[in-house]
């Protein structure tokens, strides 16, 4: 098992910035990579960004590239999302989910934390 933990989350104006961050405990050594979804109210689930968990490799929606920075801290077992230039449309609940090797989708999740980014 792997548990994560997720915490950053918060009311922002837009252009402002923010930074989740998702600390992971248990069976770590499994993990492949690790990634940062959004759900929005009445919306599906959508991919944000992932990285690798060595910390290389990552990857981002259009929608946030040039604006958010996924980013790992291999000692402390933490990946970070750093958001900047924040739209009234990032405003979601934020998870951290990690995918284990030889899974082809993630199968670990957080709690979530929400963002509100108000114009």
């Known amino acids: 098992q792997v548990r994560l933990a997720e915490s950053g989350g918060g009311l922002v104006q837009a252009g402002g910035s923010l930074r989740l961050s998702c600390a992971a405990s248990g069976r770590t050594f499994s993990s492949y990579r690790m990634g940062w979804f959004r759900q929005a109210l009445g919306k599906e689930r959508e991919f944000v960004a992932a990285?690798?968990?060595?910390?290389?490799?990552?990857s981002y929606a259009d929608s946030v590239k040039g604006r958010f920075t996924i980013s790992r801290d291999n000692a402390k077992n933490t990946v970070y999302l750093q958001m900047n230039s924040l739209k009234p449309e990032d405003t979601a609940v934020y998870y951290c989910a990690v995918r284990s090797s030889g899974s082809s989708s993630y199968n670990y999740w957080g709690q979530g934390t929400q963002v509100t980014v108000s114009s």
């Open positions: 990285i690798r968990w060595s910390g290389s490799s990552p």
